[in-house]
C-alpha cells in the first residue's frame, strides 16, 4: 500500500488530488483518492459510465447535486453517486472540502494521472480535456455548481 507522503499531488481542476490506493493495488476492486476542494470550487458536472463514487468528507461541507437534486453533507457524513448519474459537487463552508472517495471499479485514478501529463501550466485546451474525459467512460456535461444564484435574475 502506498503512504499518503509518497503519492503524488496534483493540482487539476482547482483541487489538490492525490490517488492513495490506486486501482492496480486492489487488483481492479476499486481506488481510494484524497480531494481538497476550495471554498465554492469543484468539477464540472460530468457522468461516469462505469463507475460508483462515494464520498466520505473529512473536513468542511460538500454540495452535491445527483441527478438535478441538491443535498449537503458534512465532516463523518458520506453521499454515494452510482454510475450514470449525472453529478458535480462544490466546497462550501467556513474551510476548504477535504473527501476521501472510494471510486468502483478504479478508472477515475487512472483518468487524473493521464490528466496531469496534460495540465501542465494551467488547463488544457477544452477538446483535449474532453477527448481525455471520453477516454476514461466520462462525459463532460456543463459547469460546476455556480458560487451563488444571482437573485435578480430570472429564468
Known sequence: MNHPSSTPVLRLFGETIRILVP?????GAFALIEEITPIGSGPPLHR??????WFSVL??????QLDGKR??????????????SV??????GDVPLKTHIVVSPPRLDEFFLDVAKVWIDGPPPEPII???????????????????????RTT
Open 23 to 27: 486501482g492496480r493495488q486492489t487488483r
Open 48 to 53: 461516469h459510465k462505469d463507475e460508483d463514487e
Open 59 to 64: 473536513e468542511g461541507r460538500i454540495e452535491i
Open 71 to 84: 443535498s449537503e453533507a458534512g465532516p463523518g457524513e458520506m453521499l454515494f453517486a452510482p454510475r450514470r
Open 87 to 92: 453529478h458535480t459537487f462544490r466546497s462550501i
Open 130 to 152: 474532453a477527448s481525455l474525459f471520453a477516454k476514461h467512460g466520462l462525459e463532460l456535461l456543463g459547469p460546476p455548481i455556480g458560487i451563488s444564484p444571482d437573485p435578480s
